[in-house]
């Protein structure tokens, strides 16, 4: 988890159709913000507390409060039919109501198609949720989406942060000028005081009858002063004499008041120290008592949800549906209820069961979906049959939460770029982590390795949902030591796609802010990380780069539907693809450079010829976006990589299809969440997949190679 920004932030949602979304929220809030700083309702409070009271104090604390908005939101009804935003006891209500009212930075959050309501549609106390600016958070862009909300997010805490300290510097002077104020009145009242004990001494006062009379002068000087220092600075001088007793009560109601109103467990311990046996001792100690325990039942009920989560994973994407309901029995009352019940369901319509696979193939097989047929294999005897199954992959390599994958010239190597600011090396053979390569600030798009193998480049940065833009990150390092060399400074937004050339010495990247309009596709020099050029052509952000084999041309990919064909040389646009129904999220060239792959938001890929532009076949087979592509060496088969939402349950796809005839050979199986980037090893033979699931996957593609020659 990386460092966020000082602040909390408050999730408000519906439990519904929108616990899914809140819940990817929050798993990618976590990604930037530490787990202290995210409250998110119920899921939140440990068993035993006063729920209003812990909203109250949360709403109170909080920086910035998301109200997730859904479909139903506005219209969500209770069990006798009325509309819940109406009753004034509803917690949704009561949460955003007095988020407004506290003057909270409140966002609507827009998810699952909901609409921003009118003013005229909702209760009185919320009305003025309906003039906030929202952020739309959509499945098939929920990467970008979240990011343009991060960034708001931080601007907003950022600026809270700033007043704070604003407010503390100020209070920082007040309070200098108060000690000096004060000191001015001590050293007065000591001047007082040395003149009136002179004064005595001359009179034959004893210096008992002395001490005893500047005692009474000092306590007379303070005792309607509300200075704990003071108070103490007294009973050191004067101990045992005739005012500690009263000083004593007055400096013990003092430090009373602060654990009185706030209670936290430190100032009630730092009372207790001061005052094993005062007056309000015993209260402190219940008090602590509860707190304590209030505060071990919540770290009991993260380490619930962590299991609870852990256990999920290991039947997300079960084909056994006894695994799932003995998941349901041990977790009733889970986060993960409404996923397993729907994983049943979709397990219970799916065309094989495994009571069918065990009665027509016996033990001793295993059998997977290929092309519309059924393929048997041996297995090794005792092992699970579901087991093979679900996940098909060689080797599963326990990573961060990935968001991209560059394989190294000679197959050894695997690099990744991830959501938590840093790239990782990995020795395939092994699944050994080799070295982290720190140094962006924000979350890394897009890696691509040189094709010597000796350095790589990647994108990331990010830019606001609220009108500001931080600038886009290019990076250049050693593979050998992890050290950067460079960075590439000129984008001004989120650096979204990086490719370099045959060569090794260009490179084009591509990004661009959904929020602010930048669209931005740049040709850069490595060697000395000069910008060559910029490309100029796209209506939208650009989302996927390439550049051809040669090094002649170059291809990209964009939110406005389009692949455009440049020339490297003169920068010039040579052409334009059209035929996609959605955003294209990914291009590659086919090795020979004379064809080209295309992903999309629209469910399909599509093979287009480079020199007419004409889209030749479109493949069909995904049931969610397609976000990433892969070509193996000989351009003969691809494979494809995306996620799907069924049921509220996210879902990994990954397909491998036989180019010239737009088949599909085989759809792999294991990951949970959705693949957000793929590669193919150097000979071919293998291929690594990274997810949201926070995986990084070796899967064996010779078996069906043969089937594509």
Known sequence: MAGGPAGKIFINYRRGEDSAAAGRLYDRLEQDFAKDDLFM????????????????????????????????????????????????????????????RLGKRVIPVLVNDGRMPSA???????????????????HERFKADAHGLLNGLKAALAEAEAERAAHTESERRAAEAARKAREAEEEARAAQVARETAERA????????????????????IKDRRNAEDLRDHLARFAGGATDRYARAKLEALVWANPATQGSIETLRTYLDEFPKGDNAGAAKTRLEVLERERDAAQVAKEEKRAETEAWAKVAASAEIVNIEAFLKEWPKGVHVADAKARIRELRGSRFSRRGVLKGFGIGAVVTATGGSIVSSAITPGEFIWRKLHDQSVRTFTAHMVHSVAI?????????????????????????????????????????????????????GASSGFGELTSGELKLWDIASGREIRSFSGHKADVNSVSISSDGRTALSGGGDVYSSVIELKLWDIASGRELRSLTGHTDIVLSVAISPDGRSALSGSRDKTLKLWDIGSGRMLRSFTGHTNAVLSVVFSPDGRAALSG??????????????????????????VESIAVSPDGRIALSAGGINSNGVLLGELKLWHIASGRELHAFTGHTWPVSSVAISPDGRTALSCSEDQTLKLWDLSPYTAAAR
């Open 202 to 221: 001359k009179a034959g006062l004893t210096p008992e009858e002395i001490r005893k009379a500047e005692e009474l002068a000092n306590w007379d000087f």
């Open 120 to 138: 005229d549609a909702l209760p009185e106390p919320l009305k003025p949720l309906s003039r906030r600016n929202a952020v739309r958070l959509t």
């Open 41 to 100: 309702d119920v899921d939140d409070i440990a068993a035993g507390q006063d729920f209003v009271a812990v909203l109250e104090r949360q709403l109170a604390g909080c920086d910035a409060f998301l109200a997730v908005i859904g479909r139903s939101w506005l219209d969500a009804k209770d069990a006798e039919g009325n509309r819940r935003l109406d009753n004034p006891n509803d917690f949704v209500r009561i949460e955003i109501a007095s988020a407004l």
């Open 600 to 625: 999309s938001s629209d469910h399909t890929l599509k093979l287009w010829d480079i020199a007419s532009s004409r889209e030749t076949s479109s493949f069909t087979g995904h049931t969610g976006l």
């Open 408 to 460: 190294s010239p000679d197959g050894r190597t695997a690099l990744l770029g991830s959501w938590d600011k840093t790239l990782k090396l990995w020795d395939i053979a092994s699944g050994r982590e080799i070295r982290s390569f720190t140094g962006h600030t924000s979350s890394v798009h897009s890696v691509v390795i040189s094709p010597d193998g000796r350095y790589a480049l990647s994108s990331g």
